[in-house]
């Protein structure tokens, strides 16, 4: 539960925030303390390396099951911080099913150089004593510096209606289930939080679940849905729009996975594309797109169920006649798209975003594509998450840049149910199908072995360097509280080998506690 405390109430964190939050304003950090941060985007403690971010939104904190916690692990092996609900400063208290960590961000806002933590907690039951408001949620945003980042940061929560003054947190609204941050192109830093459970009321009805996004750049903040002018898509109960988030500095996609297309399509899903370019409040929406919408020529036909848009990653991308990353690549899953008659074998599609806001689909495939390995399995989830890098946005982009995980988590492997898998793309290929890679435990690059519901490949990340892989509810005993394994994509790729790290409670400096180790994020 969120608690006011008697240092920094409500009303104190929200005059704050425009301070904090805004382009490195003047008086905001000392400039002493700005120059001891090296800057490094991801990187806590200001000491030029890169830090890794670790979730468990289920662990159990001070006894409480499911209160959740994130460990930040310092690049260079300078330690571990952990960080929780119980942790000193935080102002809130760690309780039964909160689920601190479900979702995560990170971006410089208030221009120290040290990278701030953003920690979605979207099942925090918000209000007071006989008054509590069930699964409204709460984000914080926890603030780096060299000494680093936990117990002594300087730490700030805050409920939907503390976030956006005249917003209302209701039950089940999930404020902080998905998040998204960076730095905007024009140097101004920017943080999307999803709320798929808010209802919107249109014509005086109120369409429950339809989902917002809130938007933050500057020190400007403002609420966002299928009704703000110029988004495209229509407001129905269920959409659940806020429900997956993916940015660059240029531009961000909001899914609403559970949207129904047509008259009767429940839950085929949709995607909304925005840049940062914010007039009257509102960031510019460039683009929509489904299975079905006109002119788009984006593979398959919404159906019932297909949830398009239901996992999202966004990357960089630089055309020939360009001297810089003008547009953008996004990767879109589609977990519940039956091929053939095979139900849940699940899609994905890649497209690319222009300025202008037009929408090139490149490629849109699933394990029934022409030279895909493997085959449609009932329930693979095939999309249920994805993540795509490039690997050098200093060069033109190409088929030698851009690297694309699929993650199949309910896929059957060596004859053992639900193990999971992630396969390899490279999605600018002309053949999707010439390079691709099934990758499971026990491979050269994931150790471990394949168990029923390990799910791998529910838990994905990467950068230009290196691909992170959770396998939080791994079976195998030597990792059952969870693993994360961090690897190089030229391992991945397999021109090199022998890179793969594992990070798990109870080894490397970790304590031994966790639940679902390397949940998201």
């Known amino acids: ?29 000392p400039a002493a303390a700005a120059a001891t941060c090296a800057g490094a985007t991801g990187d806590f403690n200001g000491d030029g390396i890169v830090d890794n971010v670790v979730t468990d939104p289920q662990a159990t904190v ?46 410089d806002f208030n221009g120290d150089g040290c990278a701030d933590l953003v920690v979605g907690t979207p099942y925090e039951d918000t209000g007071g004593s006989g008054a509590d408001v069930k699964d409204a949620g709460i984000i914080h945003i926890i603030y780096g510096s060299p000494t680093g980042i936990g117990a002594g940061s300087v730490m700030e929560g805050f409920t939907q209606a503390a976030f956006t003054p005249g917003a209302n947190g209701e039950a089940g609204d999930r404020f902080g289930y998905a998040l998204q941050a960076g730095a905007a192109d024009n140097g101004q830093p920017y943080l999307v939080v999803g709320v798929p459970g808010e209802g919107v009321v249109v014509n005086g009805v109120n369409q429950e679940n339809a989902g917002i996004i809130v938007y933050q750049q500057g020190g400007k903040r403002t609420s966002v849905s299928q009704d703000s002018p110029g988004v495209p898509g229509a407001v129905e109960a269920g959409d659940q729009f806020g429900a997956a988030l993916a940015g660059t500095n240029r531009y961000f996609a909001v899914g609403a996975p559970g949207e129904t297309i047509g008259a009767d399509a429940v839950a085929a899903g949709t995607v909304a594309v925005f840049n940062h370019t914010v007039t009257d409040g509102i960031p510019a929406a460039i683009a929509g797109m489904d299975q079905a919408g006109e002119g788009e020529a984006l593979t398959g036909i919404a159906e019932t169920g297909d949830r398009f848009g239901a996992a999202l990653s966004m990357t960089n991308y630089r055309p020939a006649n360009q001297t810089y990353n003008s547009d953008a690549l996004l990767a879109i899953g589609t977990p519940g798209e039956d091929i053939g008659n095979v139900p849940d074998a699940g899609g994905a599609a890649v497209v690319r975003i222009e300025p202008s806001g037009r929408v090139t689909e490149l490629k ?18 095939f999309g249920q998450r994805v993540t795509i890098a490039n690997t050098n946005t200093g060069v033109v982009t190409s088929t030698d840049t851009v690297r694309l995980i699929v993650g199949i988590p309910g896929r059957d492997v060596d004859g053992v149910k639900d193990a999971g898998a992630l396969q390899l793309f490279k999605p600018l290929d002309s053949d999707i ?43 195998d005993p030597a990792t059952s509280k969870g693993v994360l394994y961090t690897m190089p994509w030229t391992d991945v790729d397999g021109t090199t080998s022998g890179g793969t ?15 679902s180790f390397a949940a998201v994020g």
């Open 1 to 29: 539960m969120y608690r006011k405390s008697a240092a920094s109430g409500i009303a104190a964190v929200v005059g704050l925030l425009v301070v904090t939050l805004g382009a490195a304003p003047a008086g905001a950090v």
């Open 62 to 107: 001070d006894g409480v099951p499911q209160a959740g916690l994130v460990r930040v692990l310092y690049g260079g092996g300078k330690g571990v911080s952990e960080i929780s609900q119980a942790t000193p400063g935080m102002g809130t208290a760690a309780e039964r099913g909160d689920q601190f960590g479900t979702a995560v961000a990170w971006a």
């Open 364 to 381: 849109g495939f699933d394990a029934g594509t022409a030279n895909v390995e493997g085959d449609p399995g009932a329930g693979d989830f």
């Open 433 to 475: 199908g010439a390079a691709d890679k099934i990758i499971k435990r026990g491979s050269d690059v994931l150790p471990g072995k394949p168990n029923p519901r390990d799910f791998t490949g529910i838990s994905l990340r990467s950068g230009s360097v290196t691909l992170y892989v959770g396998v939080p509810y791994s079976k």
């Open 501 to 515: 790290k594992t990070f798990q409670p109870g080894s490397g400096g970790l304590s031994d506690i966790g639940t």
